[in-house]
């Protein structure tokens, strides 16, 4: 496909993120990642109220809706006698793309995040592509193949994730399941995640185009156990990614 008849794909507004708008989603932003980051560890008081307000320069209602925000993502509990204290890490909830994207690289459960990510997606991708040859309309295959044809770096970064994501997002609309196609949120920010962090060459980007396109082929085809052993293959790029930048071992 020549670049000129590339479909150029783009990310839905409303997959990026389920956060508010305005001052308080700038309030929930910031705490989000300072927590995330370990600034405010497992069992910490966050700063009282008044001076959030302060040092934010927010008002009260500001920062009470960014605490229930961050309330309701699993990251914080607030009670009277106390105020907000950050919960263990084993409550957040990590199927909520934000509380993905927060995590920096350098972070402390980064590693353990992408690699139990990608163990998921090892989970319920495979039998998503599996579906999705068998149950699939015509229009949804030629959108799978269309978009795994468009991963190419010569259209750009932000393109190129818009095409990967299609990819996936698509796949798991096709599968006819309404559980799986709910999933396209934690797909997007595992995709994001790997974009950002990933090393130059990690996978070769023609290499991971050509595993897409395989799998989109397999779809294509109507080939349900050719599309799963496909899509396992491909994913098995995200965990030499996974190794390649944090290390085999996972804390």
Known sequence: MKTSDRILFELPDRILTSLPTGA????????????????????????????????????????REAVKVLCGKGMVRTARRYGSRVCPFDDWNLMDPDVIRWHDHDSPQTARIYSEATELRFIFEPEAAALAALNASQQQRSRILS????ICPDAG????????????????????NLM??????????????????RCEGVPDHLESRLAHI????AIVAGD??????????????????????????VA
């Open 224 to 249: 349900a156990e050719l599309s799963r052993s496909r899509m396992r293959a491909l994913l098995g790029q995200n965990k030499m990614i996974a190794d390649k930048i944090f290390g085999a071992s």
């Open 147 to 150: 978009a795994a044809e468009s």
């Open 24 to 63: 308080v989603k700038d309030t929930v932003e910031h705490l989000g990642r300072r927590i995330a980051r370990g600034d405010y560890k497992a069992g910490a008081i966050l700063p009282k109220e008044d001076e959030l307000v302060t040092a934010l320069g927010v008002s009260r209602t500001v920062v």
């Open 157 to 176: 970064e932000s393109a190129m994730i818009a095409a990967d994501y299609t990819f996936h997002a698509t796949i798991l609309q096709a599968s006819g």
């Open 180 to 197: 799986l196609a709910q999933l396209q949120r934690l797909v997007h920010a595992v995709l994001i995640f790997s974009y950002t962090a």
């Open 214 to 217: 395989s799998v989109a082929d």
